[in-house]
């Protein structure tokens, strides 16, 4: 069993910042990418940043330059420094980890419950 547990969400002033983080737990082997996704009302679900566990990193085109994604391997946890932000940064965001199980050594896509972030104008 694997779990991805966001939290840092809240409602926000455009403009403003937050951090996100996402931490997982449970029969991990390793974990290989990350990610950060998000869904607001009405649209499909989007990646908004994702990152190797060599800590190459990738953005959506929208956030770039106010985003930044980071890691710790040693805690098995991913952040999401959110900056700038904008109304349309609003939609619940999710956690998602490609993760090697200890027990089968396969890997499998795990995601967290999601966590609201608001940004009002």
């Known amino acids: 069993q694997v779990q991805l547990v966001e939290s840092g969400g809240g409602l926000v002033q455009a403009g403003g910042s937050l951090r996100l983080s996402c931490a997982a737990s449970?029969?991990?082997?390793?974990?290989?990418?990350m990610g950060w996704y998000r869904q607001a009302p009405g649209k499909q679900r989007e990646l908004v940043a994702a990152?190797?566990?060599?800590?190459?990193?990738n953005y959506a085109d929208s956030v770039k330059g106010r985003f930044t994604i980071s890691r710790d391997n040693a805690k098995n946890t991913v952040y999401l420094q959110m900056n700038s932000l904008k109304p349309e940064d609003t939609a619940v965001y999710y956690c998602q980890g490609h993760v090697v199980v200890v027990t089968t050594r396969t890997m499998g896509d795990y995601w967290g419950q999601g966590t609201q972030v608001t940004v009002s104008s």
């Open positions: 449970g029969s991990i082997f390793s974990i290989n990418a």
């Open positions: 990152i190797t566990s060599g800590g190459s990193t």
